[in-house]
């Protein structure tokens, strides 16, 4: 690449950066407020700028790389060189700031936003990135080129996606950090030196992932393929799946993806809900329907559907599903259901348990309508769901006009 880079702040994060892309050969220009941390990745393509002007008149690529909270004011400054006709792409490392932001500041201007994480800094990141309304397919490109020398690089296309990329990716060394620690603790506890404890679990997680990457198999069958019968995996496997150790880990990529949303008010990302849901069936099993209603901010929508042969079980859940499918980005939602048998799956966490178990309950039994319970149970991890349990044919209007849509499906369609 011929181009030049700039690079507007070079803290921990911008420093790893300019390290990795350094391999690229690319003439390197870095404006540093406190000089002296920037001195020591100064090289023969590599140099100091004076200003921020001097980046901005000189590079072709400047990557933004200062604190959330400064980065107005850097804006500020770019805006205030009015007078200078080149008009570099923009890459932006900040948490919490949606493209829009910049483009709002600077109009026209052409910005990819990026969420790097730590390990970027050993050239082994994982970065996403998504670009801005005036940013070409070629420029798109380019960008991916220069992150992939810190590691590698996935484009999102919705920027709303960027929150549940920077809770895996961003904070997810954090998790993985803690999973590491437990495992050096416990090794440690029965006389493992710190040292070998540190490697010994260290060496573990880096070799599973790489091996991982490597297979086509599934995660599941990875799993099972340690778990011999009665053999000492399988017993740790069970505490892990006992302790729904899954579903911590999702509800804790979750609550980092809430607070991303909530950093970028980003109030897209995360809308308040209400679906009521009811299913009827004739003869059971027989001619099905379902009906949902969602209601948000006032805004009402209806959702019917029939089958030909059907349960009343079956049609419940359908309505739970249809009703949730029609929410295209993650939301707090509020379902209502006279369904005991849905509501207790969640609130007692039945669910969970038939996960745990293979996707069986009791003594490997069956459990009936399997796919419709897998949906129910991924979007409950997509969104914020409160379930709740109302009484059937009862005073609630929007249950009871769930109710009559679902019937109505029925005799709309029954031959």
Same mark, same amino acid.
């Given at each position: 690449m011929n181009k030049v880079l700039g690079f507007i702040g070079a803290g921990n994060m911008g420093s790893s950066i300019i390290r990795g892309i350094k391999e690229s050969g690319s003439k390197i220009l870095i404006y540093e407020k406190y000089r002296d941390k920037a001195k020591s990745i100064i090289d023969k393509n590599t140099f100091l700028a004076d200003s921020v002007e001097e980046v901005i008149t000189k590079c072709d690529i400047v990557f933004l790389c200062v604190k959330p909270d400064a980065m107005e004011e850097v804006l500020d400054s770019i805006l205030d060189l009015k007078e200078i006709s080149n008009k570099p792409l923009y890459i932006t490392i900040a948490a919490g700031k949606l493209i829009n932001f910049y483009e709002n500041?600077?109009?026209?201007?052409? +910005? %990819?936003?990026?969420?790097?994480?730590?390990?970027?800094?050993? !050239?082994?990141?994982?970065?996403? %990135?998504?670009?801005?309304?005036?940013?070409?397919?070629? =420029?798109?490109?380019e960008a991916v080129d220069l992150l992939d020398f810190v590691g590698k690089t996935i484009v999102v296309q919705n920027e709303s996606d960027m929150n549940i990329t920077t809770a895996v990716a961003g904070s997810g060394p954090a998790f993985v950090f803690m999973f590491i620690k437990a495992l050096e603790d416990i090794a440690i506890k029965y006389n493992i030196s710190r040292d070998?404890?540190?490697?010994?679990?260290?060496?573990?997680?880096?070799?599973?992932?790489?091996?991982?990457?490597?297979?086509?198999d599934s995660l599941e069958d990875l799993i099972k393929s340690i778990c011999s019968p009665n053999g000492t995996t399988i017993e740790g496997v069970n505490v892990l799946n006992s302790e729904n150790f899954e579903l911590i880990v999702q509800k804790a990529v979750l609550a980092a993806k809430n607070r991303s949303a909530q950093m970028s008010k980003d109030e897209k990302s995360c809308t308040n809900v209400e679906i009521y849901?009811?299913? @009827?069936?004739?003869?059971?099993?027989g001619p099905g329907g379902y009906a949902a209603i969602l209601i948000h901010n006032?805004?009402? !929508? *209806?959702?019917?559907?029939?089958? /030909? *042969?059907?349960?009343?079980?079956?049609?419940?859940?359908?309505?739970?599903?249809?009703?949730?499918?029609q929410l &295209?980005?993650?939301? /707090?939602?509020?379902?209502?259901?006279?369904? @005991?048998?849905?509501?207790?799956? +969640?609130?007692?966490?039945?669910?969970?348990?038939?996960?745990?178990?293979?996707?069986?309950?009791?003594? &490997? /039994? =069956? %459990?009936?309508?399997?796919?419709?319970w897998k949906l129910l149970y991924e979007m409950n991890i997509k969104h914020s769901i409160t379930w709740i349990k109302v009484k059937?044919?009862?005073?609630?209007?929007?249950?009871?006009?769930?109710?009559?849509?679902?019937?109505?499906?029925?005799? /709309?369609?029954? %031959?």
């Open positions: 500041k600077i109009k026209e201007g052409r +910005f %990819i936003r990026v969420m790097p994480n730590m390990p970027a800094s050993i !050239k082994k990141g994982m970065s996403s %990135i998504c670009k801005g309304n005036y940013v070409s397919k070629e =420029e798109l490109d070998d404890a540190r490697i010994m679990a260290c060496q573990m997680v880096l070799g599973s992932a790489e091996y991982a990457l490597n297979q086509k849901t009811d299913g @009827a069936c004739i003869n059971n099993p006032g805004i009402e !929508k *209806e959702i019917t559907g029939y089958k /030909e *042969e059907a349960t009343n079980n079956e049609m419940e859940l359908m309505a739970a599903v249809q009703g949730l499918m &295209n980005k993650s939301c /707090e939602v509020k379902l209502y259901s006279d369904s @005991a048998y849905l509501i207790n799956a +969640f609130n007692q966490k039945w669910i969970d348990s038939w996960k745990n178990n293979g996707w069986t309950r009791g003594r &490997n /039994e =069956e %459990i009936k309508n399997l796919q419709l059937g044919h009862s005073d609630n209007e929007y249950n009871n006009r769930c109710d009559k849509l679902a019937n109505k499906a029925i005799k /709309e369609n029954k %031959i």
